[in-house]
C-alpha cells in the first residue's frame, strides 16, 4: 500500500486537561501518514486520483482551532475519524498530535500521541 506523509501542520488551539490550557491555548504540531493506492495518480498526474494535501491540511488545522478536548488521545482521534471519512480512496490513517510546550514543570520535552485507524475499523 502507499503512503502519503504530511508533517509539521501546526495550529493553535485549547486542548488540554489543565484548566488554563482552554484559556489560553497553545501550539499543536500534527504528523499524518495516509494510505492508499496511488498508482492511478502515479499514471494519470491528475489530482482526482489521489489526495489534496491542501484540503487535508485545512481539515487537520481546524479541527485544532475548533475543539476544546481535555486529552491528545481525543483529538488524535477525531483527526482519524474525520480524515477517514473526508476521502473514499484513504484505507488508513496514522496520526501523530504533538504538544511542543507542555505546561509541566521542570519539562522541556515534547509529548505526543499516536493512533492508527483503518476504514474498516470505523464501520466505513
Excluded at 488540554?16 to 498508482?39: A, R, T
Excluded at 499514471?43 to 485544532?64: A, G
Amino acid at each position: 500500500m502507499d503512503c502519503i506523509n504530511l508533517t509539521g501542520i501546526r495550529s493553535y488551539g485549547y486542548i488540554g486537561y489543565l484548566p488554563e490550557e482552554k484559556i489560553l491555548g497553545q501550539w499543536f504540531e500534527v504528523d499524518l501518514k495516509l494510505w492508499m493506492d496511488l498508482s492511478q495518480a502515479a499514471v494519470t498526474d491528475n489530482i482526482h486520483h489521489t489526495v489534496d494535501y491542501r484540503s487535508v491540511i485545512d481539515l487537520v488545522q481546524n479541527l485544532v482551532k475548533a475543539s476544546s478536548f481535555d486529552l491528545l488521545e481525543r483529538l488524535a482521534g477525531a483527526i482519524a475519524h474525520e480524515i477517514l471519512e473526508y476521502n473514499d480512496m484513504i484505507s488508513q490513517v496514522q496520526v501523530t498530535v504533538i504538544k511542543p510546550t507542555a505546561p509541566i514543570p521542570d519539562f522541556s520535552g515534547r509529548i505526543s500521541v499516536q493512533i492508527t485507524k483503518c476504514k474498516d475499523e470505523k464501520g466505513l
